[in-house]
T-cell receptor, first 109, second 114 residues
Framework: GEDVEQSLFLSVREGDSSVINCTYTDSSSTYLYWYKQEPGAGLQLLTYIFSNMDMKQDQRLTVLLNKKDKHLSLRIADTQTGDSAIYFCALDSSYKLIFGSGTRLLVRP | GAVVSQHPSRVICKSGTSVKIECRSLDFQATTMFWYRQFPKQSLMLMATSNEGSKATYEQGVEKDKFLINHASLTLSTLTVTSAHPEDSSFYIC??????????FGSGTRLTVV
């Protein structure tokens, strides 16, 4: 089945850029998603990219997709303390969402 | 936008009792609902997929008799944890697919079995 992997932890200083990476094994997904989860809460859709795109920018967020390497990344510009959360990449696989392990982002003042 | 309302947000129950979690789709019809379980500091694991008017499809390793799923209407899907035990303590989240923007998620239910 689909395997989606992320690094577990990232720490950045406020104002710096954050880059969260995701690798996957199944390349048949039509959409690839990034979700944010704050403590004790559900998931908030941040952005998504269609599989035939290489890049998508949405305000402070930039998604890069390298289909050859099966690599997805989320860049957060000017990271703020409110961005501290867990970030999940997710892929459509057989009409289901498969999640990565999540990356805990800590933003230091 | 499309919202899934999930209740309760937090529940504590005694071992051996049953707990029902509800997810209601607001302003849209959810013919499908996904139920996920999340252990502390871990990812979301899909437990089952419910479809309105038919039996749920369970993922491998999920006990269908323990986690009863009902999807009797286009706006309501429920997950009942029967004869709960401490190892069932977890964060449960429902999700419905949308025609646009992927999926919408409930706010989650923190179940603690004591």
């Amino acid at each position: 089945g689909e395997d989606v992997e992320q690094s577990l932890f990232l720490s950045v200083r406020e104002g710096d850029s954050s880059v969260i990476n995701c690798t996957y094994t199944d390349s048949s997904s039509t959409y690839l998603y990034w979700y944010k989860q704050e403590p004790g809460a559900g998931l908030q859709l941040l952005t998504y990219i269609f599989s035939n795109m290489d890049m998508k920018q949405d305000q402070r967020l930039t998604v890069l997709l390298n289909k050859k390497d099966k690599h997805l990344s989320l860049r957060i510009a000017d990271t703020q303390t409110g961005d501290s959360a867990i970030y999940f990449c997710a892929l459509d696989s057989s009409y289901k969402l498969i999640f990565g392990s999540g990356t805990r982002l800590l933003v230091r003042p | 936008g499309a919202v899934v309302s999930q209740h309760p947000s937090r529940v504590i129950c005694k071992s051996g009792t049953s707990v029902k979690i509800e997810c209601r789709s607001l302003d849209f019809q959810a013919t499908t609902m996904f139920w996920y379980r999340q252990f502390p500091k871990q990812s979301l694991m899909l437990m089952a997929t419910s479809n309105e008017g038919s039996k749920a499809t369970y993922e491998q390793g999920v006990e269908k008799d323990k986690f009863l799923i009902n999807h009797a209407s286009l706006t309501l899907s429920t997950l009942t944890v029967t004869s709960a035990h401490p190892e069932d303590s977890s964060f449960y989240i429902c999700s419905a697919p949308l025609t646009t923007d992927g999926y919408t998620f409930g706010s989650g239910t923190r179940l603690t079995v004591v």
